[in-house]
């Protein structure tokens, strides 16, 4: 599993980060995001893209989104 650091950063560089990540990521691997806010409009794209998520929110206020392509 990957790991993408993206809280505290300004749009649409979470976006774009997260998406670079997912264009080199294995077929059967996952992406976990810490991310400072939760972005719906990221949800929309995924899920267009064939990809599944799980987001948290985390004790600290931010989340962490756990991104895999759709079985």
Not at 22 to 51: C, F, K, N, T
């Amino acid at each position: 599993m990957s790991e993408l650091d993206a809280r505290g950063l300004p749009p649409p560089e979470p976006f774009e980060k997260i998406m670079h990540a997912l264009s080199s990521l294995p077929p059967d691997a996952a992406l976990r995001v810490l991310i400072h806010r939760e972005p719906y409009p990221l949800y929309a794209e995924l899920q267009g893209m064939g990809y599944a998520w799980q987001t948290s929110a985390l004790p600290d206020g931010h989340f962490a989104i756990l991104i895999e392509r759709a079985k």
